[in-house]
């Protein structure tokens, strides 16, 4: 159940957010919540890789933005991952069922993306990451959360 309520959090920040930056704790286990903070940049960077790859003229476009909203999303995140780093649930390492669990939903997220119109698509996350503020991405991040808490107890 934990594993659900997990890999649930995980996709509602994927798809509520276009990227996310966390920093890793050298030789420290990644917890939930790192890996959790860390699955929307993941997902971001394959589909902006495959952005790049499908139209090379956005590559600087994208690299830009994407930068620049990582710096909006690890402000907008900040404060949800202070609250929570005394939760059991997610300052517990993540398990490689979770992590695997992970690479399915990026193939398949991917899968899904290779299926659209690269002329739409690629510019579509471009604008989304480029209008993102850190108003609109913490009130995602809090609804999230807010999800997780109550299906975690």
Do not use: W
């Not at 030789?27 to 890996?35: D, K, Q, S, V």
């Not at 398990?95 to 690479?103: K, N």
């Amino acid at each position: 159940m934990k594993h659900n309520v997990t890999i649930s959090l995980l996709l509602i920040l994927a798809f509520c957010t276009p990227t996310i930056h966390a920093e890793e704790s050298p030789g420290a286990p990644e917890t939930n919540g790192e890996f959790t903070a860390k699955m929307p940049i993941k997902l971001s960077r394959t589909m902006v890789a495959y952005c790049v790859v499908a139209m090379p003229e956005l590559k600087d476009n994208l690299e830009q933005e994407l930068s620049s909203f990582d710096e909006k999303f690890e402000e907008a995140i900040k404060p949800a991952m202070e609250r929570l780093a005394s939760d059991p649930g997610f300052s517990a390492p993540v398990t490689p069922e979770t992590r695997e669990q992970f690479e399915q939903i990026n193939e398949r997220m991917l899968a899904e993306v290779k299926k659209a119109d690269p002329n739409v698509y690629c510019p579509g996350i471009l604008k989304r990451m480029h209008n993102a503020t850190v108003e609109e991405l913490r009130s995602s991040v809090d609804a999230a959360l807010a999800q997780y808490q109550s299906t975690s107890k």
